[in-house]
Every structure is written in structure tokens, then in C-alpha cells.
């Protein structure tokens, strides 16, 4: 086995079973997470903290600032490194996170349009549209691929646009060209939950950010002018405290509307990872999550 990844949706408990394992299996931890890449995004994220480590190296936490840009290009090529460094030294790799189509493209052959990569969703020259008319756009050119792009994510519409644009080639042809073969011997394990287990987690999470200071960690990014068009501030904690201190919503609703988009996360997550990655799950049993912990280790020991 070249990488072990451990995949699931959030609040499931990846973060504890990535400890043990490594722990255990010599390993090096890599973060699946798309935002823990950036400085100061720390309670949002639920990043792991210098203790809860114990000792573990981490890699690609706390490596951009909020204003930075950071592509699933740049993810996959430093990651591939990273995997590259932590072999030489004897040791296994194992990448942790939610964020399924990141850990994808490092494992799979998956392949970027040379042009595209430089491309950065510009929307001045959209700026006119309503994102529903960027949809339809997106739709009229390329259909198969707009199905897979809500049209609220203005960023990913407009990429998508300009990448047929700047290449000639629809997204979605891009995705079928491709074989979808795992270029690494990776085994890739997830955690599950029983449905309504999970969410009345992700709701006492949400409940406990905000007691150790989520608001205060946003108003921080808020005061420091990060817009709210950068990819850090998109995440899910985060755009939604922006509209509070835009005066749109109140505190209390900013935190509902948190514990309700990171539920539907949640749900996304598990049909994203059943669709498109072959996946052994784990079902985490909340009494004794060493039984999980053995269950994984026993079917690591068999393949």
C-alpha cells in the first residue's frame, strides 16, 4: 500500500482515527481539507491543534494566507510531492478529509488543461449576469458538466465558462477523456454514522465553536478587509458570519444557517465519495471508538 486515505463527512471523526492509525502504522498525516491550507481559519475548520498532533507530522495545514488562492491543481501537485518526501523516509502517507474531489485528483489520473490552470474565474467580464443567467449559459455550452455545478457557485460556473473559452473543450470532456484509474496503490477507508447521529453532532460542534470564539475569529478576517469573494471565506462558518457583520442576519440565524449548510455538507459528502471513489466504510461506534479503530486495522491487515 502506497497511501492510505481516510475520507467521510465532517464531524464523523477522521481527524481521531487519522491519529491512531498513524500512530500505529508509522504514518505521516497530509490534510484532505481544502481550507485548513490557510493561516487563522482555525475554529471554522475544526483544524487538529499542536496537542491533539501528538507528534505526528502534518502536512499542508497553515500554509496560505486567507487571501491566497488555492487551486485542486496546486493541491494535487503538492501533494503528489508530499507523498513522494514521506515515502523516502519509510514512512506511510495518509491523507485525511472531506474534501473528495482534492483527494481525488491526487490519486486517480486525473489531468488539468494546461491553459485552464492559469485561469482564474475573473467575473468582471460576467459581472452584468445574475448567476442563474451564468447557469444557463454554462448550460447551453456544456450541459452535462453544468449538472454537476449548483448555480450559487459563481466561482465554478465561471472557470468552467472560461475554460471552454481558453481551450475549446468543455469541462465535462476534460472528466470523460480521462481513464479514472488510481495511479498509486491506495486504499481509501471511510467513517459513517447513523444520519441523524451525525447531525445532531455537526449541530453541537457548530454550538461549541462558537463558545470557543468562531464569531471573534471571523470579525478578525471581516476587519482585516478579506473579501468575501476569496476562496477561504467561502467556507461554510465563514461566509455566513460575513452577512451577520453585513448587517443581514442576525447572530443567532448566522449559526443556524452554519449547522444547516454543514449538515447538507454532510450529505453531499457521502454521495460524492459513494459516486466516485471506491470507498470501504466503517460504520463508528460512538460507545467505544476503539472497536472502530481495530475493525480498520484487522481489514488493513488483510488486503
Given at each position: ?204 460542534r457548530v454550538d461549541q465553536m462558537y463558545e470557543k470564539g468562531l464569531v471573534q475569529e471571523v470579525k478578525s478576517l471581516y476587519d482585516r478587509r ?78
Open positions: 500500500m502506497d497511501v492510505l486515505c481516510i475520507v467521510g463527512p465532517t464531524a464523523v471523526g477522521k481527524t481521531k482515527m487519522s491519529i491512531e492509525l498513524a500512530k500505529r502504522l508509522n504514518g505521516e498525516i497530509i490534510s484532505g481539507d481544502s481550507m485548513q491550507i490557510y493561516r487563522t481559519l482555525d475554529i471554522g475548520t475544526a483544524k487538529i491543534t499542536m496537542d491533539e498532533r501528538e507528534g505526528i507530522v502534518h502536512h499542508l495545514i497553515d500554509e496560505k494566507d486567507p487571501e491566497q488562492p488555492y487551486s485542486v491543481a496546486d493541491f494535487q501537485r503538492t501533494v503528489r510531492e508530499k507523498i513522494s518526501e514521506i515515502k523516502s523516509r519509510g514512512k506511510l502517507p495518509i491523507i485525511v478529509g472531506g474534501t473528495g474531489l482534492y483527494i481525488k485528483s491526487v490519486l486517480y489520473d486525473y489531468e488539468f488543461v494546461k491553459d485552464a490552470q492559469s485561469i482564474d474565474a475573473d467575473d468582471s467580464k460576467y459581472s452584468h449576469l445574475t448567476n442563474e443567467e451564468l447557469h444557463e449559459r454554462l448550460v447551453a455550452l456544456d450541459e452535462a458538466g453544468a449538472k454537476n455545478i449548483h448555480p450559487n457557485n459563481r466561482k465554478r460556473v465561471i472557470r468552467a465558462l472560461q475554460i471552454y473559452e481558453t481551450s475549446g473543450v468543455k469541462k465535462s470532456e476534460m472528466i470523460e477523456q480521462q481513464d479514472h484509474c488510481l495511479i498509486y496503490d491506495a486504499c481509501v477507508i471511510g467513517l459513517t454514522d447513523d444520519r441523524q447521529v451525525l447531525y445532531e453532532r455537526i449541530n453541537q478579506i473579501p468575501e469573494t476569496a476562496q477561504s471565506i467561502r467556507a461554510i462558518g465563514y461566509k455566513e458570519l460575513y452577512e451577520y457583520f453585513k448587517g443581514n442576519i442576525s447572530l443567532e440565524e448566522s449559526k443556524e444557517l452554519i449547522k444547516r449548510n454543514s449538515r447538507r455538507y454532510a450529505k453531499r459528502q457521502y454521495t460524492w465519495f459513494n459516486n466516485q471513489m471506491d470507498v470501504t466504510w466503517f460504520q463508528v461506534d460512538v460507545t467505544c471508538f476503539e472497536h472502530t479503530i481495530q475493525d480498520v486495522l484487522q481489514y488493513l491487515k488483510g488486503i
